[in-house]
Antibody, heavy 120, light 110 residues
Framework: QVQLQESGPGLVNPSQTLSLTCTVS??????????WSWIRQHPGKGLEWIGY???????SYNPSLRSRVTISLDTSNSQFSLRLRSVTDADTAVYYC????????????WGQGTLVTVSA | QSALTQPASVSGSPGQSITVSCTGT?????????VAWFQQHPGTAPRLLIYDVSDRPSGVSSRFSGSKSGNTASLTISGLQADDEADYHCTSYTTSGTYVFGTGTKVTVL
């Protein structure tokens, strides 16, 4: 069973960079079986797709966030990370890391989510 | 990319069947069979119910089924139960190589 766990600061200052890490267990992060994704949910709102990274480092990002976001892979530690630059209070949300079976919409493996608040 | 359109709320009585719609465009729902549905209870992470339009992961009840016609995907819950009261979200792959989520639907069991 694949397990994912988000970690990172729960509070970020406006204009700074939000950085989160997702640790994966139960699956090889470097296999081609999964795309490793980030999804967020603003308080009381729907889900927003942020982007994903493949096992070979290929990425795809939400066009509305593309200029500020980077997703990277650390295969030696079985982790992938999210960096979101120049944050505002509109980036306050619960952030989820998710494993998606490659070539499908099988978003089957979710982290528990972590709330990140942007505030001075 | 614009969010897929879902009804804000759908309700039904125990035992009834309800359908939640998810309307996109020919650039997403209408062009791919990579449509998924999720159930989310308050304070918890979303749970996958349906993927690739109509496939169910192991462990998901057969009361949940998915379909698609044109630019609209649908999730049907049959034999509605109290525990089905939750938020439901859809997502679809797009021609841009990204995913887009729906606006979300609150299902209420009367």
């Amino acid at each position: 069973q694949v397990q994912l766990q988000e970690s990172g600061p729960g509070l970020v200052n406006p204009s700074q960079t939000l950085s989160l890490t997702c640790t994966v267990s139960g699956a090889s992060i470097s296999s081609g079986d999964y795309h490793w994704s980030w999804i967020r949910q603003h308080p009381g709102k729907g889900l927003e797709w942020i982007g994903y990274i493949s096992n070979i480092g290929g990425t795809s990002y939400n066009p509305s966030l593309r200029s500020r976001v980077t997703i990277s892979l650390d295969t030696s530690n079985s982790q992938f990370s999210l960096r979101l630059r120049s944050v505002t209070d509109a980036d306050t949300a619960v952030y989820y890391c998710v494993g998606v079976n490659s070539g499908t919409s099988k978003y089957g493996d979710w982290g528990q989510g972590t709330l990140v608040t942007v505030s001075a | 990319q614009s969010a897929l359109t879902q009804p804000a709320s759908v309700s039904g009585s125990p035992g009834q069947s309800i359908t939640v719609s998810c309307t996109g465009t020919s650039s997403d729902v209408g062009n791919y069979n990579h449509v998924a549905w999720f159930q989310q209870h308050p304070g918890t992470a979303p749970r996958l119910l349906i993927y690739d339009v109509s496939d169910r992961p192991s462990g998901v009840s057969s009361r949940f089924s998915g379909s698609k016609s044109g630019n609209t995907a649908s999730l049907t819950i049959s034999g509605l139960q109290a525990d089905d009261e939750a938020d439901y979200h859809c997502t679809s792959y797009t021609t841009s190589g990204t995913y887009v989520f729906g606006t979300g639907t609150k299902v209420t069991v009367l």
